[in-house]
């Protein structure tokens, strides 16, 4: 592909990632520098993208009474969790580490919001005594735990179930979490039993109503029959004599990795928004958990070609990231687009697979991607900013890579590559 030397190109659906004529910016900074600056496998974000995401989602909220949870599973970097902190966003997490980590982070605990399927008695103490806005609980037996936890502690529990809405969010299935065979949640039909039984323990404050249907969702209506079945219930449950002070929607907004188009933040909010005012229900308050559209177009994970190979039937491009570094082709069999950092003029050209060097035949990064490669060429991953060094592992005794937060011209490192001195660290040799 020739590429004329003063043409500028965002990539579709990543607006501070650019290529200027063969180079590839990120911002003003070419990915080729970076990877020379700081090694590779390495991620880079750009800090005005997640800025960008961010003010999207608060011009979108307006005055109305939305307060937005970020969903620091998609990207729990600490430099990444104080930048959203500072533009007055809370939290939700999933485990006391998720905790741990915005509370370094300078996160406001009253804005924090505890999500998952099996908190520990640690875990909810912990929580308890940070003083969370409100802890999602998932099962009935859920409840018991927390109300047990709440009085040892002293510290009554703010509550909201966590209801399976039964809708099919039409997304890959390890990634839909809202139907009648997932394991997240309350099933409706046993939601105001549950309800009746939280007004039954002594330690319990109930809050809210809380869904979150699933991730990369790329359609509203799927996210409007969520919030009729909430709604219907709501009557329901306050006929029965429970208050509730607010909605959690969740969040899993999809992005665009390809050619997906989903709904920006704006229309997403404006859907629910207009929902709720359309069924009576405008003076709800609402809490929005977005993770992956929040980050995951502000990053890419760098990586160098370290070997071309072919066989008989495949040409192989080989480079140093992996599975280990960025886990949703081989999990999800996710497409993430695959850019050279500095564009050749085509004449080589070829179909790759592009592999990581880990043992197992599902470490690839992309498939039949064409492109014109030399050994030691730098290629970006896009769309790594969610979902990637968060779901990072040392498998293979492979150190985590680094993390740069690109501003402008300027790049900060935002965590060090992991040394094998830090994967070693905690072992015991043999005793005898
Ligand atoms: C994962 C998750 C989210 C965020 O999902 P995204 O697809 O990253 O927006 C929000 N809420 C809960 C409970 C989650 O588990």
């Not at 909201?160 to 997304?171: A, E, G, K, Y």
């Not at 009557?235 to 029965?240: A, F």
Request: hydrophobic share 40%.
């Amino acid at each position: 592909m020739p590429h004329s030397p003063h043409l500028s190109e965002t990539l579709p659906g990543h607006p501070h990632i650019a290529r200027h004529g063969a180079t590839l910016m990120v911002e003003s900074l070419p990915a080729a520098e970076l990877a020379a600056r700081f090694g590779t496998p390495l991620y880079v974000y750009s800090r005005a993208a997640i800025e960008a995401s961010a003010r999207a989602y608060a011009d979108a909220v307006g005055d109305r009474p939305v307060a937005l949870r970020y969903a620091v599973k998609a990207n729990s970097s600490l430099a990444i969790l104080q930048l959203l902190s500072r533009l007055g966003w809370g939290f939700d997490v999933v485990s006391g580490g998720e905790l741990a980590r915005v509370l370094a982070a300078g996160a406001d605990a009253s804005q924090v919001v505890f999500s998952g399927v099996g908190k520990t008695d640690a875990e909810i103490e912990a929580a308890l005594r940070a003083g969370v806005q409100c802890i999602n609980v998932e099962s009935l037996s859920e409840l018991q735990r927390l109300n047990r936890v709440a009085g040892s502690t002293g510290v009554p529990a703010p509550v909201s179930l966590r209801i399976n809405p039964d809708v099919d969010p039409r997304t890959h299935p390890y990634i839909s979490t809202g139907l009648r065979n997932n394991k997240f949640g309350i099933a409706q039909s046993q939601a105001r039993q549950a309800y009746a039984q939280c007004m039954q323990l002594p330690h319990l404050r109930v809050l809210g109503i809380d869904v979150h249907i699933g991730s990369q969702i790329t359609e509203i209506g799927p996210y409007l029959d969520a919030l009729d079945r909430v709604l219907d219930l709501v009557h329901d449950i306050e006929r029965d004599g429970v208050r509730l002070h607010h909605l959690d929607l969740g969040g899993g907004l999809g992005i665009r990795y390809a050619d997906e188009t989903p709904p920006s933040p704006a229309q997403w909010i404006d859907a629910l928004c207009e929902r709720l005012q359309a069924r009576g229900q405008g003076h709800r308050q609402v809490l929005l958990e977005p993770g992956r559209s929040v980050v995951g177009n502000a990053g890419v994970l760098l990586c160098e070609v370290v070997t071309l190979k072919s066989s008989l039937e495949k040409h192989f491009a080989v480079v140093d990231a992996a599975m280990n570094d960025l886990m949703r082709p081989a999990l999800y069999e996710a497409w993430q687009r695959i850019e050279p950092a500095q564009a050749r003029d085509g004449a080589q050209a070829m179909h790759y697979d592009v592999v990581g060097p880990v043992c197992e035949s599902g470490d690839w990064l992309g498939r039949d991607r064409q492109l014109d490669l030399r050994e030691g060429d730098v290629l970006a991953i896009l769309s790594a900013g969610a979902y990637g060094m968060a779901m990072a592992s040392n498998y293979n005794t492979r150190p985590r890579a680094a993390e740069v937060l690109v501003d402008g011209g300027k790049a900060q490192l935002i965590r060090e590559r992991e040394s094998l001195q830090d994967l070693l660290r905690g072992e015991h040799p043999l005793q005898d």
